[in-house]
């Protein structure tokens, strides 16, 4: 049951357009499935924890009823929205398009 | 000359749609103008270079020659956009728009 939820949204994350990778991590980091090698898995899982965690972090010490929804980190070279879920963190890298 | 800059900024920042405040800081997250009382400009700003150096950091883990140039943090209560320039870094802190 759990692993065709996560084929589901594996599909649905690489429909979007421009998308590079998907990867699917646990709460603790590690990597539940991606389209993307092993390496390169591991570094955007760890990019994903640790932008989360200071995000979480910091929105608690302004207001600890609030909590993140949604991340978008944009690179030079990438952009990467990262999805927390309440068992899941969804990670799709993406090339950048134009909007903000 | 800086001033007007940073008026100019600040302005600019504050035109877009659900904006509830906007913090001007420089590259060691001292708040340098702000639309917000003091207390809560210097929470944005921790936020914010707290979230910029993990990103920042993160980035050039998997790749030394990327860097950050937006970050999108959005959480129940609120949107917080962070735009790093050469010298600043504009926060802004909008209402949460429908589009991700």
């Given at each position: 049951m759990v692993s065709e939820v996560i084929e589901d949204m594996l599909k649905r994350m690489q429909s979007h357009p421009g998308v590079i990778g998907s990867v699917i991590i646990n709460k603790e980091g590690q990597?539940?499935?991606?389209?993307?090698?092993n390496t390169t898995s591991l570094q955007y899982a760890s990019l994903a924890t640790r932008v989360c965690d200071s995000s979480v972090d910091a929105l608690r010490n302004i207001d600890p009823t609030n909590d993140l929804t949604f991340l978008r980190v944009r690179s030079k070279k990438h952009e990467i929205l990262i999805a927390p879920d309440k068992e899941f963190v969804m990670v799709t890298i993406r090339t950048t398009t134009d909007g903000a």
């Open positions: 990597v539940i499935k991606s389209t993307l090698d």
